[in-house]
C-alpha cells in the first residue's frame, strides 16, 4: 500500500507558473505508475498527466500538452508536476494518484491509491 501526500498548490494570475509535487510512503514507489488528475467544481475528474515506472514515458491531456510536464523522482519517492502558463480553466483541485499496472494509465478506474488533493486557483 502507498499513500500519496500533495503540495504547492495556491492562487496565481494567468500565465503564472506553479509545481506540484506528489509524496509517496513506502519502499516500492518505482514499482508504481503515477498520474495527476484534475477535478474542477461541478466537472468529473479528469486525466491530465501520467508517468511510467522508469519515469522514461509521459503522456498529456490536449488540454495541458506543451504547457505541464509531470516527472518523477524515485530515489526521493515523490512526483511532479509542473505547470507553466497556467489559464483560468486549469482552475481545480489536483489530485496524485499510483497505478499498479504497466505502461501508461490514463483512466482514473486503473489507479488504486489516491492522495487528498490540492487546490489550484488560476485568476484571470
Known amino acids: 500500500q502507498v499513500q500519496l501526500t500533495e503540495s504547492g498548490g495556491g492562487l496565481v494570475q494567468a500565465w503564472d507558473s506553479l509545481r506540484l509535487s506528489c509524496a509517496a510512503s513506502?519502499?516500492?514507489?518505482?514499482?508504481?505508475?503515477m498520474g495527476w488528475f484534475r477535478q474542477a467544481p461541478g466537472k468529473e475528474r479528469e486525466f491530465v498527466a501520467t508517468i511510467n515506472r522508469n519515469g522514461g514515458v509521459t503522456y498529456y491531456a490536449d488540454s495541458v500538452k506543451g504547457r505541464f510536464t509531470i516527472s518523477r523522482d524515485n530515489a526521493k519517492n515523490t512526483v511532479y508536476l509542473q505547470m507553466n502558463s497556467l489559464k483560468p480553466e486549469d482552475t481545480a483541485v489536483y489530485y496524485c494518484?499510483?497505478?499498479?499496472?504497466?505502461?501508461?494509465?490514463?483512466?482514473?478506474?486503473?489507479?488504486?491509491?489516491w492522495g487528498q488533493g490540492t487546490q489550484v486557483t488560476v485568476s484571470s
Open positions: 513506502g519502499r516500492t514507489f518505482g514499482s508504481y505508475v
Open positions: 494518484a499510483a497505478s499498479q499496472t504497466y505502461g501508461i494509465v490514463t483512466s482514473r478506474n486503473r489507479y488504486d491509491y
